[in-house]
């Protein structure tokens, strides 16, 4: 077997990447911590819902960094990232018989279900009692020619959508719509985004279509014109106290898209009382519980969402242009991405464009 190279272009021809091999060619971190290794394994088995999808374009997300470190503690290796998927269906298990072959699909970090459980049933499959499972990355990711996942799990995307910005919008525009359709009750609530990041910059531009008075928090005052132009009608720099004290009891929502440390007590106090602080990211908590009980405050998890809310997502974000910033890279130069990263030095999301993928000889 030989890896062909394609060129890094926004698309790979349908022709190549539907090409049949009896080996998938992914990056994978052998043990915790290490850089990803070239890595090839059988293609894992079609169950009867399943679709092998041949991956074009996959995100680089901060999960896969902390599931490389194993910041979750479940992580098994040799572990194969990626789950901010767009390919194209190159085949379907005997029960699939909404997609066919060649459609262009994307996928998020969940790729399955046991369809089983009481939270299933109910159809709110993030929460599904076997998550663990669930992930787009068992037994392997997306940092790779080829995934398997469940069929229910892929989504059909538009055409007027990009597979680069499709990517993206596959976990973190799921993991930020979610919460903000959620609590989007009444028009011009006032809701302040801590943090303009990944998630973010993504946050903004749809808190403001979802007719949100939008603030910005952060702690990079440089960061207040792209805020502006993302979205936000207000910017306050997270240090400043004089602001925060100016905005107390102002909001009705905040959101937390970022995992850098954070002064809880005085952001706490811009809540109004009743008000809600809602954790999509994965920030540590250290604050008095004073004010979360005297003012009647709120906190509380997003995790993704359900298959209805990712397909009203991608509907939306199509409708009001909703693009995230992108940086595109080739595959190959994966542990150059994640350094990046690492480094912070990402605007705002890294692409990885497929340009390795397996030709039989």
């Known amino acids: 077997m030989t890896y062909a190279l394609i060129p890094t272009e926004p698309t790979v021809p349908v022709e190549v990447m539907r090409m049949s091999s009896s080996k998938v060619l992914g990056y994978a971190a052998k043990a915790v911590g290490q850089p990803l290794e070239p890595f090839t394994y059988k293609p894992p088995k079609l169950g009867k819902h399943d679709v092998r999808v041949s991956v074009t374009h996959c995100g680089l997300c901060h999960t896969d960094i902390q599931a490389i470190d194993d910041y979750y503690g479940i992580t098994e290796f040799p572990f194969v990232p990626g789950h901010e998927i767009v390919g194209y269906v190159s085949a379907m298990g005997r029960a699939v018989s909404d997609l066919k072959e060649g459609d262009r699909v994307g996928i998020g970090w969940q790729g399955r279900s046991c369809m089983d459980c009481d939270f299933c049933l109910q159809g709110e499959e993030q929460l599904c009692m076997d998550i663990v499972a669930s992930g787009t990355w068992v037994p392997y990711g997306g940092f790779a020619s080829s995934v398997?996942?469940?069929?229910?799990?892929?989504?059909?995307?538009?055409?007027?959508?990009?597979?680069?910005?499709?990517?993206?919008?596959?976990c973190a525009g799921i993991a930020v719509f979610s919460p903000l359709q959620s609590y989007a009750v009444r028009p011009r609530q006032k809701i302040g985004i801590i943090g303009v990041g990944g998630l973010g910059h993504l946050a903004l531009q749809f808190a403001h279509a979802l007719n949100y008075d939008v603030t910005a928090i952060s702690s990079s005052p440089e960061k207040k014109e792209e805020a502006l132009a993302f979205g936000a009608d207000h910017f306050i720099i997270?240090?400043?106290?004089?602001?925060?004290?100016q905005a107390m009891f102002s909001f009705d929502l905040l959101l937390c898209t970022t995992s850098a440390k954070i002064n809880w007590e005085a952001l706490l106090n811009i809540l109004k009382k009743n008000g809600r602080l809602v954790l999509v990211g994965f920030p540590d908590l250290a604050f008095n519980s004073t004010d979360l009980v005297a003012h009647q405050l709120s906190i509380t998890g997003s995790f993704l969402g359900n298959r209805t809310t990712m397909r009203e997502m991608l509907a939306f974000a199509q409708e009001h242009g909703i693009v995230p910033k992108v940086e595109l890279m080739p595959m190959t130069r994966v542990n150059e991405a994640i350094q990046k990263v690492r480094e912070n030095k990402a605007r705002y999301r890294i692409v990885l464009v497929n340009d390795t993928v397996e030709v039989e000889v």
Not at 156 to 166: C, F, G, H, R
Not at 238 to 245: C, G, I
Request: no cysteine.
């Open 148 to 170: 398997l996942v469940d069929s229910r799990f892929a989504y059909p995307l538009p055409d007027a959508i990009p597979s680069e910005v499709a990517t993206v919008l596959m």
């Open 238 to 245: 997270s240090e400043d106290e004089t602001s925060l004290r």
